[in-house]
DNA sequence: TGTCCACTGGAAGGGAGGGCTT
DNA sequence: AAGCCCTCCCTTCCAGTGGACA
């Protein structure tokens, strides 16, 4: 390209392009002045968490709901209006968010909590209680309200198979005269409930807060508001907001998806220098974002499930239909010696089998064949094609995709 | 009706890699 | 440096299981 044609490019997103007057209105983490179809749970929740701004101690929150219907934002949202009236009044209120699942970690958590009310600590090696220990301190000394977000919470019970951090996060009040800790968990599973301790469920489902799918119009409203500050004016076709929102509403109504959609939409046709965004460009968006999805999956798998996931390949390719654990184990097996690598456990594979079935990269169901014993069917649940391509760079893995196992279609399948 | 297969999945624990306090 | 304590990733052990078969 010449460097006349690079200074075209550059000119034109400067300039807002044809197509964008601002994209980054289309992202999700962008926060909009109005939250279309949520004032119910804008309500409800400012309400609760409005005696903080007089110290007053808030109850604990839980809100649920599925991916994509506002509860993250809602929040944000809210708690944001909070601080700025606490502000102007002279009030101190610390509010922290933590993504549960990226933290990963109770420590991380709580370590998060603490570096929130400017206090230093490591990210390894101090003694959970020792932590708590000095939150505690924190909050004691600033004497303020701290109002904690835990974002996909669930994940840090599911995964620790532990409540207790909940557990001593809402019981920390207890033991402090100076400031307090109000908790609001969110989480996407609505049977969350079901794994937690009835002590904790008690304290931190002191208030619940429902965040019902959104609708087909909903998210054509929710769209409609946005696109028009994101998009030059008349480059939108209906039919393509229509459809984004259609298609976002058949998947459990999630305005994160339709968002996407919109916006990929829009880079779709500005590539193709097109001058109108139509139906078109929405489905050739929507088998963008999947075949995006599916290759950030891949390309952030680890060795071991990266060799497992080429044995399931290899297994279908050669017989084209699904396979067992224990034909995958075996086949495993064979490529981690021809890697020169050294295999884990049977047990340990079927964990990961697990973990790649939940990913959606293969799928896997526990059957029965009566005498011939209990397994899990396997098959693959993405495009072979996009597992070669996500492995292409990394050079231990390309070689076994090209290497045949031996045996291979002899081993016949029940 | 009992047996038996090929696993599944829970539980416990080890050890590597890390940091803190004394 | 020693003694703790943490997470992460893994192994070992083993009870449990759905359903075809004898």
Redesign the pocket.
Known sequence: MSQQGLDLIFEQILSGGLVFRDRNLLRHDYMPATLPHREEQIRRLGSVLAPALSRERVSNLFAYGKTGTGKTIVTRFVLDRLQRKAKDHGRAVDTSYVNCRLA?????VIADLCRALGEDV?????????LFDRLRNALQSRESAFLVVLDEIDALVK???DDSLLYELTRINERLDGGWIGVIGISNDLHFKDFLDPRVLSSLGEEELVFKPYSSEELYDILKDRAEQAFQEGVLDDGALRLCSALAAGEHGDARRALDLLRVAGEIGERAKEERILESHVRMAQQKVEHDRVTEVLSSL?L?SRILLISVLHLESARKESS????V?EVYRGLCSAAAV???????I?????ELDIMGIIN?R?V?????????KIRLGVEPQAVKSAFGNDELVRGLLEYAPRGLPGHQGR
Not at 104 to 108: S, W
Not at 324 to 327: C, E, I, N, P, R
Not at 342 to 348: F, G, N, S, V
């Open positions: 990963g970690t109770n420590y991380r490591p990210f390894t090696g101090l003694a959970v209680g020792e995964r620790s198979d680890p071991h067992v654990t224990g034909d184990y050294e295999p884990l456990t049977q047990r340990r079927s964990g990961l089998l697990n896997a526990v029965s064949f009566g005498r011939y014993g209990r397994t899990k």
